[in-house]
Structures are given as C-alpha cells and as structure tokens.
C-alpha cells in the first residue's frame, strides 16, 4: 500500500519560497508519475503540477513562472518551491501518486493527508 | 485551458438517489474521475475511466459520460455519503489535471 506524507513549514512571510516535500513509503518513486494538488480554505481543488521519476516535469501554467518541482530517487522523495508567495497561496497542499490510465488519462490515486500552509506576514 | 463545471450543490434525502454532473466542451470524448472529500480529509477517488470503480468503493457509486455531460450516481444515499464530490479530467491538449469546482451532497 503506497503512503505519501508531506512536510515542511506551516508558516510562510510573503515574498519569501515556500518549500514543501512528499515522502513516498510502501513503494518506489521510480516508477510512475508524482503531483502535486492545492486546496485553499473552502475552496476546490487546483492541480499545481507534476514529475516523473526521471525528472521530467510539467506545471500549470498559473503557476510556471514562480513553480520548481523536483525528485530524489535516492530517499523516495519529491518537492515543491514556489517562490514569492502572496495571501492567495495560502493552502492545503497535497501531494499525490499520478497514474496512467487506458494510456490516455491520469488518474489521482493515492494522496498525502495534506499539509496546510498559511502565507502571512 | 479545459473548464469543467460542477453545480454547487445537490441535495438529496436518505435511500434515494443522488446524481452529480461535471459539464465540459465534448466531455464525452474525455475519460472522467471522481473523488469523494470528507471535511478534513484528503480527498478519495471512488469512480475513473467514466464508470469504473476502485477496489473497496461500494456498487451504489457509478458514473456516466456522454455529449457535454458526465454524471456521477450515488444509489441508496446515505449519510456517511454526505461530503464534496470533484470530477476531475486530464486534458492531453496541454498535458495538464483539471479539476471542477466541486459539488456539496447534502443528505437531508
């Protein structure tokens, strides 16, 4: 059974990068196709982007300019920078298993139980 | 990019059934997921490729998906099924995950 699990600060002053990462258990991260997903305060979900084991990465467009996603094969891990993060950033991050279906789609499934990130000063 | 677009809402009493819909341009040439969100939870993903369930997702949860409209149906409601329900695309065009903007089942 896949595990994820995210950590990093709970706190972030605006301007400055917020770090994140997702450490994979029960199964290796050089194997499939790894995302990352956003929630803000009741509000729905945002992709935010994804990477695959090789490193090879995609982002949402909103995003791109101040998005980083990267992996370490060696300790099952991969992370998220986004730098100068402002109030709207402030969210539930998730990070997810990313896998292809049918050779067509992708589907979310398993998640982290997400980490809440407030960008205040 | 691709819109999906979810009524805020759905309402609907125990042991009756529920249905959900996710509108997007020829949705029906697109293979749609849905997850299941509990208040403080991640969420759960209960139906993909249009009509499929994961292993341990009860049968009284089936998907539909045709023209403009994909429809999640939730049978025999209960109130454990209360919770938000996202649909939930991959649009090949850009290489992206899309989401729509969630549903609130209520059960009355």
């Known amino acids: 059974q896949v595990q994820l699990r995210e950590s990093g600060p709970g706190l972030v002053k605006p301007s400055e990068t917020l770090s994140l990462t997702c450490t994979v258990s029960g199964g290796s991260i050089s194997s499939d196709y790894w995302s990352w997903i956003r929630q803000p305060p009741g509000k729905g979900l945002e992709w935010i982007g994804y990477i695959y084991y090789s490193g090879s990465t995609n982002y949402n467009p909103s995003l791109q300019s101040r998005l980083s996603i990267s992996v370490d094969t060696s300790r099952n891990q991969f992370s998220l920078r986004l730098s100068s993060v402002t109030a709207a950033d402030t969210a539930v991050y998730y990070c997810?298993?990313?896998?292809?279906?049918?050779?067509?789609?992708?589907?979310?499934?398993?998640w982290g139980q997400g980490t809440l990130v407030t960008v205040s000063s | 990019s691709y819109v999906l677009t979810q009524p805020p809402s759905v309402s609907v009493a125990p042991g009756k059934t529920a249905r959900i819909t996710c509108g997007g341009n020829n949705i029906g040439t697109k293979s749609v997921h849905w997850y299941q969100q509990k208040p403080g939870q991640a969420p759960v993903l209960v139906i993909y490729y249009d009509s499929d369930r994961p292993s341990g997702i009860p049968e009284r949860f089936s998907g539909s998906n045709s023209g403009n409209t994909a429809t999640l149906t939730i049978s025999r409601v209960e109130a454990g099924d209360e919770a938000d329900y996202y649909c939930q695309v991959w649009d090949t065009s850009s290489d992206q995950g899309v989401f729509g903007g969630g549903t609130k089942l209520t059960v009355l």
């Open positions: 997810a298993r990313q896998k292809i279906v049918g050779a067509i789609t992708n589907i979310f499934d398993y």
